[in-house]
């Protein structure tokens, strides 16, 4: 298998929007299972990479695969087959404020259903998924939240019903875009750990952007530093060196301009 | 700032004037004088007599039986047209907004096409009034309970068309751009992602058009269908005014009601 074994990889991606270069020939690979963390300041690229992972966003120059897929060539039918097994945790959540958590969650599952099978489980949801959705949102902590209206949950909760969508998505892996930048300091840990877990539990690969380079090391054996676009170490925490640490916050205006 | 609020303010002073200005130039044009405004005796005398009935409106069985007939047929015709002109207009404005295309669709000129034509076909359809198009029916076709009912749907499924598709295109991104994301098909991004966001506006609107194909489905009697509409005509005829009456606080009556409830049914809809 070789190459088409690992689960994302890019190959000297680069994505510019205009003139700006939003990422700089990046390459790495990520395998089935792994947990990758990628840190670096904001405006560093981490959104960007994560959006290239599932073709939100295409590449100007080199290639990019997922689930054994090149995304840059790939016909809009099978982008979707693709995507529908990746679950994505938007920065922003991304839910439907007016709809019921039951109804937020079913819409995992539009990628892979037809249009009737569709509209049935927003309106009539089948006892399967209903069981099937009571678990998942049991594993995330809001089990009773069920027919609750999404927009009155806290934020807290709201981001474990973005989980449980992503989740009910049965994805071969997960993409979340600084999970911890929506909810208060002290439920990040919260997050980053069920995050982990999950995946964990059930073979996830897991990709995660993060501001918190302590959460990160805590949390996963491999971190990707990422600044300006471009990739500055791609390491265990144990060996991370801590002038490669300094180096990827350093806010002196003329190592930007260099990078 | 303060320089921009200023030019801001110069603008609207701008257009406010530009109103005014052509407020007086179409009075002029028109040769409207205000003398022209107060009837003359004998209309005067017509008029007075109009608006005195309206405090003896007929309250004979008969009569009321009729504007009670009539109301119901208003309304039946009202709620078929209404009903016809949001199928219309949800399909319509499907066609018309942009929000459910998939990135890079703008690029892509048959698309583009199809959007151009759409919208145009929409601000064709409601730029003629109900009233016009009834008037076309009539010389055309002949008029009957069809026609009548077309004749409203046709600018309605236009103004369903713009607003919903309107609606749509103004609902938050975020969560059609993460259920695209997930795999979602574009009709299924605008059906769970987009609509539902703007469901409640739409609804509300929904409403309010109603309370318009009402007025519109008792003015379309004048044409000859058993609304509301058709017995005033017959009774201005007659210049009997207490029965004219009669049928005009049927009609306000209506309105009233439909109105007290789709504002108690619209709040519910917001909260």
Same mark, same amino acid.
């Given at each position: 298998?070789?190459?088409?074994?690992?689960?994302?990889?890019?190959?000297?991606?680069?994505?510019?929007?205009?003139?700006?270069?939003?990422?700089?020939?990046?390459?790495?690979?990520?395998?089935?299972?792994?947990?990758?963390?990628?840190?670096?300041?904001?405006?560093?690229?981490?959104?960007?990479?994560?959006?290239?992972?599932?073709?939100?966003?295409?590449?100007?120059?080199?290639?990019?695969?997922?689930?054994?897929?090149?995304?840059?060539?790939?016909?809009?039918?099978?982008?979707?087959?693709?995507?529908?097994?990746?679950?994505?945790?938007?920065?922003?959540?991304?839910?439907?404020?007016?709809?019921?958590?039951?109804?937020?969650?079913?819409?995992?599952?539009?990628?892979?259903?037809?249009?009737?099978?569709?509209?049935?489980?927003?309106?009539?949801?089948?006892?399967?998924?209903?069981?099937?959705?009571?678990?998942?949102?049991?594993?995330?902590?809001?089990?009773?939240?069920?027919?609750?209206?999404?927009?009155?949950?806290?934020?807290?909760?709201?981001?474990?019903?973005?989980?449980?969508?992503?989740?009910?998505?049965?994805?071969?892996?997960?993409?979340?875009?600084?999970?911890?930048?929506?909810?208060?300091?002290?439920?990040?840990?919260?997050?980053?750990?069920?995050?982990?877990?999950?995946?964990?539990?059930?073979?996830?690969?897991?990709?995660?952007?993060?501001?918190?380079?302590?959460?990160?090391?805590?949390?996963?054996?491999?971190?990707?530093?990422?600044?300006?676009?471009?990739?500055?170490?791609?390491?265990?925490?144990?060996?991370?060196?801590?002038?490669?640490?300094?180096?990827?916050?350093?806010?002196?205006?003329?190592?930007?301009?260099?990078? | 700032?303060?320089?921009?609020?200023?030019?801001?303010?110069?603008?609207?002073?701008?257009?406010?004037?530009?109103?005014?200005?052509?407020?007086?130039?179409?009075?002029?044009?028109?040769?409207?004088?205000?003398?022209?405004?107060?009837?003359?005796?004998?209309?005067?005398?017509?008029?007075?007599?109009?608006?005195?009935?309206?405090?003896?409106?007929?309250?004979?069985?008969?009569?009321?039986?009729?504007?009670?007939? !009539?109301?119901?047929?208003?309304?039946?015709?009202?709620?078929?047209?209404?009903?016809?002109?949001?199928?219309?207009?949800?399909?319509?404005?499907?066609?018309?907004?942009?929000?459910?295309?998939?990135?890079?669709?703008?690029?892509?000129?048959?698309?583009?096409?199809?959007?151009?034509?759409?919208?145009?076909?929409?601000?064709?359809?409601?730029?003629?009034?109900?009233?016009?198009?009834?008037?076309?029916?009539?010389?055309?076709?002949?008029?009957? !309970?069809?026609?009548?009912?077309?004749?409203?749907?046709?600018?309605?499924?236009?103004?369903?068309?713009?607003?919903?598709?309107?609606?749509?295109?103004?609902?938050?991104?975020?969560?059609?751009?993460?259920?695209?994301?997930?795999?979602?098909?574009?009709?299924?991004?605008?059906?769970?992602?987009?609509?539902?966001?703007?469901?409640?506006?739409?609804?509300?609107?929904?409403?309010?058009?109603?309370?318009?194909?009402?007025?519109?489905?008792?003015?379309?009697?004048?044409?000859?269908?058993?609304?509301?509409?058709?017995?005033?005509?017959?009774?201005?005829?007659?210049?009997?005014?207490?029965?004219?009456?009669?049928?005009?606080?049927?009609?306000?009556?209506?309105?009233?009601?439909?109105?007290?409830?789709?504002?108690?049914?619209?709040?519910?809809?917001?909260?």
């Amino acid at each position: 298998m070789g190459e088409s074994a690992s689960h994302f990889r890019l190959d000297a991606a680069s994505v510019s929007f205009g003139k700006v270069d939003a990422l700089d020939r990046v390459s790495i690979s990520i395998d089935p299972g792994e947990r990758v963390a990628i840190v670096g300041p904001s405006g560093g690229g981490k959104t960007t990479l994560l959006r290239l992972l599932n073709g939100i966003v295409r590449p100007s120059a080199g290639s990019v695969t997922a689930l054994g897929e090149a995304l840059g060539s790939l016909p809009a039918e099978r982008l979707r087959e693709v995507r529908s097994r990746i679950g994505f945790i938007h920065q922003h959540l991304a839910l439907v404020p007016n709809l019921r958590v039951v109804q937020n969650v079913i819409s995992g599952k539009l990628g892979r259903r037809g249009l009737l099978r569709s509209m049935r489980d927003f309106l009539f949801p089948g006892s399967a998924d209903l069981e099937q959705i009571h678990a998942i949102l049991e594993r995330v902590g809001i089990a009773e939240k069920l027919y609750e209206r999404t927009d009155r949950l806290s934020g807290g909760q709201q981001q474990r019903v973005a989980i449980a969508r992503a989740l009910f998505q049965e994805p071969l892996a997960l993409l979340a875009d600084e999970p911890v930048s929506s909810v208060d300091p002290a439920r990040a840990r919260d997050t980053v750990s069920l995050l982990t877990e999950l995946s964990e539990e059930d073979g996830l690969t897991l990709c995660m952007s993060l501001h918190n380079i302590e959460l990160a090391s805590e949390f996963f054996p491999r971190i990707v530093g990422l600044r300006a676009g471009r990739v500055l170490f791609d390491s265990s925490p144990a060996s991370l060196e801590p002038s490669a640490m300094r180096e990827l916050f350093d806010l002196s205006p003329g190592e930007a301009l260099k990078a | 700032m303060a320089k921009r609020l200023d030019q801001n303010l110069g603008s609207r002073r701008l257009l406010l004037l530009g109103i005014v200005a052509a407020g007086v130039l179409a009075l002029v044009q028109l040769g409207i004088t205000p003398g022209e405004m107060i009837p003359s005796d004998a209309s005067g005398a017509g008029v007075g007599k109009f608006f005195l009935a309206a405090l003896t409106p007929a309250t004979g069985a008969d009569t009321l039986l009729i504007a009670a007939r !009539a109301a119901l047929t208003t309304l039946r015709f009202a709620a078929l047209a209404t009903a016809i002109s949001v199928v219309g207009g949800f399909v319509l404005g499907f066609l018309g907004s942009t929000a459910w295309w998939p990135p890079g669709a703008r690029r892509n000129p048959l698309r583009l096409g199809a959007l151009v034509a759409t919208r145009a076909l929409i601000t064709f359809m409601r730029s003629v009034h109900e009233l016009l198009w009834a008037v076309l029916f009539l010389t055309a076709i002949g008029f009957s !309970a069809t026609a009548g009912v077309i004749a409203i749907a046709i600018p309605f499924i236009g103004t369903f068309a713009k607003i919903f598709s309107e609606m749509i295109d103004e609902a938050p991104r975020a969560a059609a751009d993460a259920l695209g994301a997930s795999g979602a098909s574009p009709l299924r991004v605008y059906l769970f992602g987009l609509l539902p966001l703007a469901l409640p506006d739409i609804l509300a609107y929904i409403l309010y058009r109603f309370e318009c194909a009402l007025r519109a489905s008792a003015v379309i009697g004048f044409f000859g269908i058993p609304t509301l509409g058709q017995y005033i005509k017959l009774a201005f005829e007659d210049l009997n005014y207490p029965v004219v009456w009669t049928y005009l606080y049927m009609l306000i009556a209506m309105v009233i009601i439909f109105d007290l409830w789709s504002g108690s049914a619209r709040r519910r809809i917001a909260h």
